[in-house]
Structure formats: C-alpha cells, structure tokens
C-alpha cells in the first residue's frame, strides 16, 4: 500500500474516554498529529492524552460540534481528519481517505459505518441515522447511507464552509454545506465496533432523537450559494 505523505491532523472529540485512548492513539498513521479535544472530561483524560504524545485542546463548551470544530481550528495540516475517541472506529484507516482527497478524487470523504460485534450499533442509534440520510437525500440530492463521524477534507475548505452548528448537528452541517458548494463526497465502508463506555450523543432513545432535533434544524437551513471550483 502506497504510504500516504501529505501532512494530516486527526480531530478527536473527548469527553472522559481514558479507556479508550490508549487504543485510539496507538493507531494513528506514523507522522500525522493526533489532536485530542477535551471537552470537560473528569477522568483525566487530557493528562493521558499527553503523555501518549496526543496534543490536547482544552475546549470547555460544550458540545459535539463545539469539540470538533476547536480541533479544526488548532489544526495546520493541509488535510484534516475527524475520528471520534471511544474506539468504535479505527483511525488507522483514514489513510485511504486521505489518499482520495490528496489525490483529487473526492473533496470529502465520509466513513459508512459497517457494524461488527453485538452492540456495537444500537437500533435507536440506526433509526435515527436512517431518518436523517433521507432527509438529507430530499434537501441535498446526496445518496448517503450514513452520516458517521469519522472523515477528512482539506483544512482550508472546511473553514471556508463557515460551520456554525456546536451541538450534534456539526457532522451533518459540514455534509449539507459541502454539498451546497458542489463538493465531491464520497462514502467509503468502515467496521463499526462496539464503543468503550456509554456514548454521549446517542446512548439513549431520548440522546437520539435530541441530536435528530438538532440536525433537522440544520437541514431546515436555506440553501447556499455553491462556490466556484468547490473545495479545489
């Protein structure tokens, strides 16, 4: 497998996942800067984080979005990844998405979650995620199946999409903007394994449909003007 070279900050949005860490961190590719974004952990995750030569970025609002988005800020590397930390996913992988965006192949590339292991993706967790793909569908065109967290795109881009979501709807926004300035996604099979703790987004029924609440006001939003060249 050709090595990938270009310079690659990994964005991983942490609320007291020192469990999970040590897994996380031990495979991220050689030569791209993890970036852990502590969002108000209690369980000293930050401090592990350190010491595993993670870079820690203290964001204390809190948020999904608001997470993930301190991390796009702090990031310099031309192509910019996010992966979330519990250890359902593998950030080992993202090589080959950032293979396709270096290569001009695609503008954003998205992880479809493929579950492997019992629990690993709870029914209420799909049912919303289903719900969400097709009404994305009907806003933006896009035929995705998943709207999951793990994915990468070049910095400079993304910061021209002028997210403003901090809650649950930030992964969705980055998708529906993107899409509206004429961007290439591509949605690539990922294993989904079952996560280490109790997730803070979709854990419940009720976590779920909060963060269908947040996204549906993201899609309610008015289309943008697409930009020339998309994110080229």
């Known amino acids: 497998m050709r ?9 991983l949005p942490c609320l007291n996942e020192a469990e999970a860490l040590p ?12 970036l852990v974004v502590d969002n108000g952990s209690t369980d000293g995750s930050g401090d592990l984080a350190r010491s595993l030569g993670a870079t ?23 192509v910019v990844c996010f ?24 503008d954003l590339v998205l992880g479809r979650r493929r579950p492997r292991g019992r629990g690993a993706w709870p029914v209420h967790a799909r049912a919303g995620n289903l719900a969400l793909s097709r009404m ?12 999951g967290p793990m994915r990468a795109a070049r910095r400079e881009a993304l ?5 403003t979501d901090r809650r649950s709807g930030y992964p969705l926004q980055m998708v529906v903007r993107a ?7 591509r949605e690539v099979d990922v294993p989904y394994l079952p ?21 549906r006001q993201v899609l309610a939003e008015a289309p943008r003007e697409p930009a020339a060249g998309g994110a080229r």
């Open 3 to 11: 090595r990938v070279t270009v310079d690659v900050d990994v964005v």
């Open 23 to 34: 897994w996380v961190l031990a495979r991220i590719p050689a030569g791209w800067r993890p």
């Open 56 to 78: 820690v970025v203290e964001e204390e609002r809190r948020g999904f979005g608001a997470a993930c988005h301190a991390g796009l800020l702090a990031a310099e590397a031309d």
């Open 83 to 106: 992966c979330d930390c519990d250890a359902s996913l593998d950030p080992g992988l993202l090589t080959g998405f950032v293979r396709a965006v270096s290569d001009g192949e695609a």
């Open 136 to 147: 994305l569908r009907r806003r933006t065109g896009l035929r995705l199946r998943d709207l």
């Open 159 to 163: 910061l021209g999409l002028d997210l």
């Open 179 to 185: 899409a509206d300035a004429g961007w290439r996604v």
């Open 195 to 215: 996560r280490s703790g109790k997730s803070k987004v979709t854990g419940t029924w009720r976590g779920t449909w909060q963060a269908v609440h947040d996204m």
